[in-house]
């Protein structure tokens, strides 16, 4: 079993930066690929970033290209995810996911999932 929970959300002016956290527990994560997706009111949960817990390797979203960055700390079992030059769109409840069923860099066949976390930037 794994537990994913995120911290770091809030309100930030447009144009400013959060970095969310996500802890990480449970089993090991050395085969994991870790990802952060999102899901704005109304609207469809969406992929924003992946990176693999062991090795190099990342893959965004064209929406966060560029202004956001996906991060871990191994020795903390923490996944981080800098988020710059925030935009009004960028506002939804962020979300924490592992994925053990396949170790590609993709948006999919993530089986866990953390509670969110609410971002909302202000225009």
């Known amino acids: 079993q794994v537990q994913l929970v995120e911290s770091g959300g809030g309100l930030v002016q447009a144009g400013g930066s959060l970095r969310l956290s996500c802890a990480a527990s449970?089993?090991?994560?050395?085969?994991?690929?870790m990802g952060w997706f999102r899901r704005a009111p109304g609207k469809e949960r969406e992929f924003v970033a992946a990176?693999?817990?062991?090795?190099?390797?990342?893959y965004y979203a064209d929406s966060v290209k560029g202004r956001f960055s996906i991060s871990k700390d191994n020795a903390k079992n923490t996944l981080f995810l800098q988020m710059n030059n925030l935009k009004p769109e960028d506002t939804a409840a962020y979300y924490c996911?592992?994925?053990?069923?396949?170790?590609?860099?993709?948006?999919?066949?993530?089986?866990?999932w953390g509670q969110g976390t609410q971002v909302t930037v202000s225009s």
């Open positions: 996911a592992a994925k053990t069923l396949d170790t590609t860099l993709s948006a999919y066949n993530y089986n866990y």
């Open positions: 990176i693999r817990w062991s090795g190099t390797g990342t």
């Open positions: 449970g089993r090991t994560f050395s085969s994991y690929v």
